[in-house]
C-alpha cells in the first residue's frame, strides 16, 4: 500500500462551512464502509483473546500514529476505523450486555455528525448562537417532566447538560456544598454509584456516611434513624435505578424525610430517570419532582453515544453558585447587552451541545416511540429472567426492576462466576457484567438493545450453562454449541490475536 | 408537512452493528443536506439579528422537541441540523474567528462518526477493547512528544484525556493537592486563564496568590520573589499562549525557578502546546519538559471537534491518586486476571474515546501536515497584523506570538470597542473576540482556520473600519461596502429575524 491515497488531497479539508458537506460526505463513506467490514470481521459481541491479544492486534493494524509524513485522511479513517470496529464490545450486538452501556440510535449518531462538522461550543453565545437557543428549550422542557408544574409552586426548574451521571452526581454534591458549607455531611446507601463517594473526594469533602442496603434500598426506616442522629446539614443521596441491580429506593418515603428533617435531597436517577417519559412506567420514578436536583444520564436509556447527562434543578435559582466571570467570555458589559452568559452552566468552559442528537432524538421518536423503546427493553429483562428461572443449571436472583438481570450457575463459587465472566469475554462470546448481592457474586445482563429477539435472549442462558460446564468440566466449550449470532466463525478462526 | 415521513420506520434504528452502516448511510446523507442548506441559508460568519432573534427563529423552526408522536427520524434530523446550522457561529467562515474555537478537520469530524456508531465507553476494558488499546497508544505517543526521553531519567510519562484544558487544569491542581495536601498554594500570573481560580474554588483550595502580568506574560523575577516568600507547598502554573493575547510565558526561567525552590510546575499550554510537533516552532514551547503537568487541546491548534483536551504527565505514577475502584468496573480479582483498570484515568466514569479522532487526524496528516496547518495560521496572523499596521484607522497592539491579534479603531474609546464588536455580531458580519491589554481593551482575532486566504484577511480591517465609521456617523453600514464572504445577501435580508 502507498504511503499516500489519492484522497490525500482533502486531508486537510474542514468539514464545516458551505464546503463541509462535500468534503465530508467521501469520508463518512469510508467510515461506514470501514465499520461494516470491522463489524464483519469481529463476527460477534466483542474480539476474541483477551486484553493483550486485542491490544497487540491493534497496535500492529494502527502503525504509526504520528508518521512524519500522513498517511491520507482516507487511509487513516479506514485503518482505524476498521481496527475500533473489529474490535470493538458493541452493544449493538445483542450479547454484549454487560453494562449500562447503550447501543445508540443511528439518528442519534448522525446527529453527531452535524454537531463535529460545525463545532458550536457553549461557552459563549458568539460560539453557538442556534446551539445555546436550543439547550435552553430542551433543558427547560427536560426539567419540565421531571418537574411538572405543581400548584402553588412558582419555581422554575431547569437543567445542566453534564458528560454523565458522574458529573450531573459532581455538580449535585457542589451545589450542596455551597449552600450548606463545609460542614455539609452526605448520607447515602451502600447501593448509591461510586462517583457519590468520588465527587465528595474530589470537592474536599467528608466522605459519606454510608447506610447499609441488605435489601438492595436505602430503607427509610434506616434513614430516619441516620437523620434524627445528624448534627450538620445533611444532603442525602437516594437511587433510582442502581448499577448492580436496577433497584429503585422507595423515593416518596426518602423524600418526606428529608422534608420532615430539613435535609437536601440528591436522586441519582441516571438509570431510570427517563421511566417519567414512559406513561406505563412513570409510577415507578415518582418522587423525582420531591429532589432539589435528579441526574439524568441519556446515554443509557435514552439510546444517545456519550456524552448525554444532564443534572436537573427543581429551582433554576439554585444553579447560582456556578456563575462565574471571565471577561473574554462573559464581560459584565456584554451580559447587560443581551448576550447569554452561559459559564454559570457547567464547569467546562469548551463545551459541545450534546443537547442537539438528544433533542434530534426526542423529536424523531416522540413520547411514544421512546417508550416503546424502554417498555421493550424492560419486557426483555423479564423475559431472559423468565428463561432463567426455568433452567435448571442456572439460579436467577430476582425478578427484575427495569433491565437488569442477576444469574449464576447453580453450583458455582464466587471465583467460579467471576472467571466464567472473564470465559466468555476472552473467548469473545458474551459480554456479561458482575455484581454482588446478597452476599454472592452474580453474573450481570444489562439489556439495553430494543431489539434483541427472543432467540438472542433463548441463547444466553445455553451459553452460560455450556461454558460453565465446559470450565467445570475443563474442557473447552464446543463450538458447534456456540450460540452467539456470529454469522462466520471462520473470520475469527483466523485471526487468532482477537 | 406530513407529521411522519417515509423515513419513519428508521427512527429506531441502531447505529452499531452489521447493520448499523446500512442504517446509518441515509441519515448522514440528511445530516449533510442539511448542513449545505443551513450554511447557505445562513450565508456568512454568524447569523444577522442577536441572541433574541436567533432563539425565536430557532425555537420556531425547532417546533416542540418532545412530540407525543414522533416525527421520524429524517424530518426531526433535517428540520434541526438546518436550524443548527443556519444558526451556527461557523469557525470554518474566514470571519468567525474571536476565539480558541477551532474549525474542525472533515477527517476528524468523519472518526467522531465512528466513534458515536460504536459507543465505546473507556471506564472499563469490555466497553472498549480496542479502543482501550488506541488510548493508551495514543497517550504514549503525545506524551513522549511533551517529554522526550532525557539521559539518565527513567520515568515513564503519560497523558489523561480531558473534556478540555480546564478540565485538564482541574486534574492538574487535584493531582497537586493530592501530593502536598490541604497546605498547598497556588501561584499564577494574571494572565492565567480562568479556570485555574475555577478549579481551586470546586477543590476546596484556597484561591491562587496572582502575580500582575503588566506585559502580558509571568516575569522570573516577580516568581522569584514570590516563591523566597512562599511559607507552603507551592504549585506554580505558566501559561503557554494565553487566551488573551496567545504570549508565552519564558518557560525555562520559570521551570528553573521552581526546581530551586522545591515547587511543582504545571503549564498550561491548551494553545500552544501543539507547536512541540512542529519543528521549525517548537522552540517557542521549549520548556514544556520541565513541568510536571502540561495541559493540551487539539480542539483548539489540533482542529479536532470537541472534545479533545489532555493532560500530559511527566512521569505516569503522578496520576496514582486517581486510582479508584468499584467493582462492577475494576474488581481486583479482574485487574489480577489481566483486565485493564481505566477507572484511575479520569474523573469520568462513561467516557468517549476522543483519542479516537485524534489519532485518525494525525495519522492523516503526519507531522508535517500538522506543522503545515499551524504554520499557516500562525502566517495568517502576522499577515492580518501587517495590514492592521497599514491601516491609518486602526492601531495594532502587538506582532503576534501565536495566532490572536489584537487591534482597535484609533479614534475609540473602550465603550465604542465593545459595541463595535456587538454590531459586528449583531449584524451578522464578523465573529469577532474582545481582550484587555495595556490597559485598554481590543479587538481579537484569533486565526485558527488554515484556508483562510488573502482577501479573507484584507477584508477585516476594512469591515473594522467602515462599521465603526457607521457608529461613529451613526449611519447604518453601507450594505455595498459589506466585504463578507457572504454570497447571498438576498437570503440573509429576506430573514430579518436572524
Known amino acids: ?209 454510608t447506610l447499609p442496603t441488605p435489601q438492595g434500598i436505602l430503607d427509610p426506616a434506616r434513614l430516619a434513624a441516620a437523620l434524627h442522629r445528624a448534627l450538620a446539614p445533611t444532603l442525602v443521596v437516594a437511587t433510582a435505578g442502581t448499577t448492580d441491580t436496577g433497584a429503585i429506593d422507595p423515593l416518596p418515603a426518602l423524600a418526606a424525610l428529608t422534608t420532615t428533617h430539613g435535609a437536601r435531597l440528591h436522586i441519582d436517577a441516571a438509570h431510570a430517570g427517563l421511566l417519567r417519559l414512559a406513561p406505563r412506567l412513570r409510577h415507578l420514578v415518582d418522587g423525582l419532582q420531591h429532589a432539589h436536583t435528579v441526574t439524568l444520564d441519556l446515554h443509557k436509556l435514552g439510546w444517545q453515544p456519550a456524552a448525554a447527562g444532564l443534572l436537573a434543578l427543581r429551582d433554576h435559582t439554585d444553579a447560582a453558585p456556578l456563575t462565574w466571570q471571565a471577561d473574554y467570555l462573559n464581560a459584565p458589559d456584554d451580559t447587560d447587552a443581551g448576550l447569554p452568559d452561559l459559564l454559570g452552566r457547567s464547569l467546562r468552559t469548551t463545551r459541545r451541545p450534546d443537547a442537539f442528537k438528544i433533542a434530534v432524538t426526542l423529536k424523531a421518536l416522540g413520547r411514544t416511540g421512546l417508550a416503546e423503546l424502554i417498555e421493550a427493553v424492560l419486557g426483555a429483562a423479564h423475559h431472559l429472567a423468565t428463561l432463567i428461572d426455568d433452567e435448571p443449571a442456572l439460579e436467577l436472583h430476582a425478578t427484575p426492576t427495569l433491565t437488569t438481570v442477576l444469574f449464576r450457575p447453580t453450583d458455582a463459587t464466587d471465583d467460579d462466576v467471576a472467571a466464567l465472566r472473564r470465559d466468555l469475554l476472552t473467548q469473545g462470546r458474551a459480554v456479561l457484567g458482575r455484581a454482588r448481592a446478597d452476599g454472592r457474586l452474580w453474573l450481570k445482563a444489562t439489556l439495553l438493545n430494543p431489539h434483541v429477539t427472543p432467540g438472542d435472549l433463548a441463547d444466553i442462558p445455553a451459553l452460560v450453562r455450556d461454558a460453565h460446564h465446559a470450565r467445570a468440566t475443563k474442557t473447552p466449550a464446543p463450538r458447534t454449541e456456540d450460540h452467539t449470532t456470529r454469522e462466520d466463525s471462520t473470520v475469527k478462526e483466523g485471526r487468532p490475536a482477537r
Open 1 to 209: 500500500m502507498p504511503a499516500t491515497d489519492p484522497g490525500a488531497p482533502t486531508s486537510n479539508a474542514l468539514a464545516g462551512g458551505p464546503a463541509g458537506p462535500r468534503a465530508l460526505r467521501p469520508l463518512t463513506d469510508t467510515a461506514l464502509d470501514a465499520l461494516t467490514v470491522g463489524a464483519t470481521a469481529r463476527g460477534g459481541p466483542l474480539p476474541a483473546g483477551g486484553p493483550d491479544a486485542v491490544a497487540k492486534q491493534l497496535r500492529e493494524e494502527a502503525g504509526d500514529l504520528l508518521p512524519y509524513r500522513g498517511e491520507g485522511a482516507h487511509t487513516a479513517l479506514r485503518t482505524l476505523t476498521t481496527a475500533l470496529a473489529a474490535g470493538a464490545a458493541d452493544p449493538a450486538e445483542p450479547h454484549c450486555a454487560a453494562h449500562l452501556h447503550t447501543p445508540p440510535l443511528a439518528v442519534a449518531a448522525a446527529a453527531e455528525l452535524a454537531v463535529a462538522a460545525l463545532n458550536p461550543s457553549l461557552d459563549s453565545w458568539d460560539q453557538a448562537p442556534a446551539a445555546t437557543a436550543l439547550e435552553t428549550l430542551l433543558a427547560h422542557t427536560l426539567a419540565r417532566e421531571i418537574y411538572p408544574p405543581a400548584p402553588g409552586d412558582t419555581t422554575t426548574p431547569d437543567a445542566l447538560f453534564t458528560t454523565g451521571g458522574t458529573e450531573s452526581n459532581q455538580l449535585a454534591l457542589l451545589l450542596a456544598r455551597e449552600h450548606h458549607g463545609p460542614r455539609l455531611r452526605i448520607l447515602c446507601g451502600a447501593n448509591a454509584h461510586h462517583s457519590i463517594a468520588r465527587a465528595a473526594w474530589l470537592l474536599g469533602l467528608p466522605q459519606p456516611t
